[in-house]
């Protein structure tokens, strides 16, 4: 069973050969020739993509996307004492990076259009989930490099690693003078390099790839001492930020909890919600619709925070009397402000709903009065949209009701259904008659 079970995880099978594998990720380092400019092509593909808020067109930059190269190399480099491929990963990793933000900040300046959607938003800061999505993303991406049969996982590894989008988030924050952005953007940028990189050097350890040797020896072990140095000065802080992600995460998790549970399960409606993490302590600011809170209960919901995870929190209620009213009107403004994105999204869905609600709603009296002129003898009519079993579906319809004093001729019934599909702009109509 043992041996069944190695055998089913073992990654030396169908393992490349090192040194032919070792080539490979070399060559694909250097950022001269086409690489740069593949590299460029792909950074205002990627530009133009946030711009539009396009998903498919960011997935296809992401996929022509030379950039993993240089942070492969540099995993390699850590896992088998290289220096001198180290230094050259990481200066071909600064050349991209550079380029990279020069093309996108020079889109973003000459792009008429600097509104920040929704896709350009979700890059200006990082969360546990991308780390964990570089760190796995990576291992899956350094295993197909080490196959003999590389198969399909590279292509979904570079979409799923999503190096290039924060890049151009940068650039965008550079062309705008949004600092915000610019750093939070390139953090979740620099988080995405230093994880895959950490995957990299954790597959090759395990593949025990040979260390590279020097003719001096001294020098070789200086070069493992700093290489050794250096990956603990790195893995150390990337602890850190995992962590403090994670328990940001958390946070806002029982945050939401917390709210949920005290407050919209009892029927208050929430208008305002502000939290602030980096605080000490951190705080939690609500406001509700016609729900005023005592000094009393603000105090007892306070004492309720820790039994939610949520020590080291103050609670904030804004109340709705004459001294907060402006105060609070303006927070509701610059969350609406910092929100655009996600309540213009919202103002599309109401105004779909409205606009079903619209095609069900008839101005009946109006349409008698017209049917009335052509067809006299029509003294009732409803117009309305029907959901109709048929079978083991549904179906909507459109169905016209109608009385007449006497019975409409063929002719006539097929001249009423003909100006009723015109008047109502519709292609297909039912007619019931109460006629007897």
């Not at 459109?398 to 519709?426: C, E, G, P, Q």
Request: one cysteine or more; aromatic letters at 10%.
């Amino acid at each position: 069973m043992k041996n069944s079970l190695f055998n089913l995880l073992n990654l030396h099978r169908g393992e490349q050969d090192k040194r032919q594998t070792l080539t490979n990720v070399v060559s694909n380092i250097s950022f001269k020739g086409s690489n740069l400019w593949i590299l460029a092509c792909a950074i205002i593909v990627a530009s133009i993509g946030l711009n539009i808020n396009s998903t498919a067109v960011i997935i296809g930059a992401m996929l022509i996307s030379p950039l993993m190269g240089p942070i492969v190399g540099a995993g390699f480099a850590l896992g088998i004492y290289d220096f001198d491929l180290l230094k050259k990963s990481l200066s071909n990793l600064l050349i991209a990076t550079v380029s990279s933000l020069i093309v996108s900040s020079l889109y973003f300046l000459l792009s008429p259009f600097k509104e920040a959607q929704s896709e350009l938003l979700a890059r200006t800061s990082p969360n546990i989930y991308d780390v964990l999505i570089a760190f796995f993303g990576g291992l899956v991406g350094v295993i197909a490099i080490t196959r003999v049969e590389k198969g399909n996982p590279i292509p979904g590894v570079a979409i799923a690693t999503a190096l290039m989008p924060p890049l151009c988030t940068a650039g965008y924050g550079l062309a705008t003078g949004n600092i915000k952005y610019f750093f939070g953007a390139l953090f979740l940028y620099s988080i995405n390099c230093v994880f895959i990189c950490i995957s990299t050097f954790v597959i090759v350890k395990y593949l025990k790839y040979p260390a590279a040797t020097q003719v001096d020896k001294k020098y070789q072990k200086r070069v493992q001492y700093g290489i050794t140095a250096l990956l603990v000065l790195m893995i150390v802080p990337s602890v850190y930020f995992a962590f403090s992600l994670y328990q940001q995460q958390k946070f806002i998790q029982n945050t939401n909890d917390f709210i949920t549970k005290e407050f919209v399960n009892n029927g208050d409606i929430l208008v305002f919600k502000q939290t602030d993490y980096s605080s000490n302590p951190k705080k939690i600011t609500l406001a509700f619709w016609q729900k005023n809170y005592s000094p009393a209960e603000v105090k007892t919901l306070s004492q309720k925070l820790e039994s939610y995870g949520l020590s080291n929190t103050q609670l904030f209620i804004k109340q709705n009397d004459s001294t907060n009213i402006q105060s609070l009107r303006n927070d509701i403004l610059n969350e609406v402000g910092k929100n655009k994105i996600i309540l213009d999204d919202k103002d599309k869905q109401i105004a779909k709903l409205e606009s079903i609600i619209a095609k069900n709603n008839f101005d009946n009296k109006q349409l008698l009065s017209e049917a009335k002129i052509l067809f006299p003898g029509i003294n009732a009519l409803a117009v309305s949209n029907q959901n109709i079993a048929v079978a083991d579906s549904t179906q909507n319809i459109t169905m016209v009701y109608y009385n007449a004093t006497s019975l409409l001729k063929n002719d006539d019934k097929i001249k009423f259904k003909d100006w009723a599909k015109k008047r109502l702009n519709i292609d297909t109509l039912v007619l019931s008659s109460t006629d007897k």
